[in-house]
């Protein structure tokens, strides 16, 4: 890709000094001609490059850009080759040009940090899928992907969590993964909607493009729209005791409760504790599930529907 090129030249560049268009040719596997036609793109990019004529000539970055990308640490080196998890490049399309990718960045730095970089890979892994197979429906990411770059409007055929389906138009900012989950952040009627893409059936690109917020930025956004998200939340407050036999068991599946507190003098000792679920239906499927290893101690009302939905076990495996 023509962007990846043009900064391997900047790295290049920033690396060795100078180099004539031949030795960018050869370095990148181009003609002379594509190289001219970089350093015009990079020019008109704003990036402060010099062609110098004569025998000892070549193309260079002026001096103090080059001080600037010199400014570069070792923990601005590190954080440079972490890469995003190969699930996520794949679902973009990119995980084939990931690796060569890598081995250009490498080849392009100064050997004083390229040490760190391959310790970086040797001693580091980001995976951010979960243990459970992704069963995501991602058939319309690839659409909405262009829309995206392409900043063009938009049409999705979506459905809601229950299931009703609804044709609308958006304005594409960006795409969030989280987990083995893809959001679609975007605007409609002016206002930031977030779509989970798996729910996307149907996307058409339009022609007409639109004009991006001057001051939005996409990872700030998604992070406020957690917390909105969070605090939104209907809660539950339950009052329990627990057996410590089970307490980690109660940590592993935290994404069903969370634990507000928890109060224990002695080890071997039932530990009071609070816990947090969104409805009065969910603590008790979740309470009953732990058997004799969970006691409710308030609210009192939700005691006897435990002990029903307990005796509505017992009772099925009667017949």
Do not use: C
């Not at 000539?57 to 400014?71: K, M």
């Not at 939104?232 to 599946?253: C, G, N, W």
């Amino acid at each position: 890709m023509r962007a990846d090129r043009l900064l391997t030249i900047m790295i290049l560049l920033q690396n060795r000094g100078k180099m004539t268009a031949k030795e960018l040719a050869d370095e990148l596997e181009v003609s002379d001609r594509t190289i001219l036609r970089d350093m015009d793109a990079l020019s008109t990019a704003g990036i402060p490059i010099v062609s110098e004529r004569g025998k000892d000539g070549g193309w260079r970055l002026v001096d103090n850009f080059r001080s600037q990308l010199s400014g570069l640490n070792t923990d601005n080196m590190k954080s440079l080759f972490l890469f995003p998890s190969g699930n996520v490049l794949e679902d973009l399309g990119l995980n084939r040009g990931a690796l060569d990718t890598r081995q250009k960045l490498l080849a392009a730095i100064p050997g004083t940090y390229r040490d760190e970089a391959e310790a970086i890979w040797e001693r580091i892994h980001i995976d951010s899928s979960t243990w459970r197979a992704s069963k995501e429906n991602l058939d319309a990411l690839k659409t909405v992907q262009q829309a995206v770059w392409e900043s063009k409007k938009l049409t999705i055929l979506y459905e809601q969590a229950g299931g009703e389906q609804n044709e609308r138009v958006v304005e594409p900012l960006g795409l969030v993964a989280k987990g083995n989950t893809w959001y679609l952040v975007a605007i409609r009627d002016t206002e930031f909607r977030n779509y989970r893409v798996s729910r996307i059936h149907n996307a058409i690109v339009h022609n007409e493009t639109f004009i991006r917020p001057a001051n939005f930025i996409l990872a700030a956004y998604w992070e406020q729209s957690k917390e909105e998200f969070i605090q939104r939340l209907p809660a539950y407050d339950v009052q329990v005791e627990i057996h410590p036999s089970v307490m980690k068991r109660l940590y592993f599946t935290s994404k069903f409760v969370q634990v507000i507190k928890k109060k224990s003098s002695n080890p071997d000792q039932w530990i009071e504790a609070t816990l947090r679920f969104n409805a009065e239906q969910e603590a008790v499927e979740f309470i009953v599930g732990f058997g004799n290893k969970m006691k409710v101690i308030a609210p009192k009302e939700l005691k006897s529907k435990v002990v029903s939905l307990a005796n509505s076990v017992i009772d099925f495996y009667k017949e």
